[in-house]
């Protein structure tokens, strides 16, 4: 232990230093260096932008989110967190329920999303996160990569939405009407995302372009 004598009859004034990370101190506090020494970055994740683009429909990206992230309250994670519940997927009774089965495996599933990226004629990949790269750039036209973003993201809600239900309260729809809801969530949110746009001379608008299609 050091002498505590000489720093007691010091006549030299006391200064603060500010360490962060372990590096060398500095007198002068820097509001940046502390926040990023509490919350350092993470690494960039890939989907990012077709989780948080812009246009989307808020509580479907954040849904969209949390299945990216693997987070999705399904059979599997309950079983494993030692919970005694079926393992067997609500929506088709006919496989284990996962992530990647009930996005899009399931037969219910693959019913309302192939609907629309047959219409789409668009093939996109069969595992979930292969689909979420594929997402990046799905399509040349911009408003049908942007209406490509926002179906991807209500069918994911819709379709939690559905097996969430039909777990609850034992209220069973079938893709028919989980169809023909996305179709009126979309294109109800198209609308005012067409009236902002500045459209060239003959260029369509994204809710034009959603006319055509379906």
């Known amino acids: 232990m050091p002498d505590a004598q000489p720093i007691l009859s010091s006549e030299v004034d006391d200064t603060y230093v500010w360490v962060t990370n372990g590096q060398n101190g500095s007198e002068t506090f820097s509001t940046s260096e502390t926040w990023r020494t509490l919350f350092p970055s993470t690494v960039e994740v890939f989907w990012h932008e077709v989780v ?3 246009g989307r429909i808020p509580k479907h990206a954040f849904l969209s989110w949390v299945a990216a992230r693997d987070r999705m309250v399904t059979r599997d994670k309950l079983i494993s967190w030692g919970l ?3 393992a067997t997927c609500v929506l088709c009774v006919g496989h ?3 992530r990647q089965h009930l996005f899009f495996n399931c037969d219910f599933s693959k019913q309302v999303w192939s609907f629309f990226t047959s219409r789409l004629q668009l093939v996109p990949p069969i595992l979930f996160e292969d689909g979420l790269r594929w997402l990046k750039n799905p399509a040349r036209e911009k408003n049908v990569k942007l209406i490509v973003r926002l179906l991807h993201q209500a069918c994911l809600y819709l379709i939690w939405k559905e097996r969430n239900s039909r777990v609850h309260t034992a209220v069973a729809r079938p893709p028919e009407a989980i169809i023909a809801e996305i179709k009126q969530i979309i294109r109800l949110r198209l609308d005012p995302l067409a009236r902002a746009q500045t459209l060239a ?10 006319f055509s299609i379906f």
């Open 84 to 86: 005694a519940v079926p």
């Open 201 to 210: 001379h003959g260029e369509d608008s994204v809710l034009a372009v959603w």
């Open 96 to 98: 284990n329920e996962n």
């Open 52 to 54: 948080w683009f812009s």
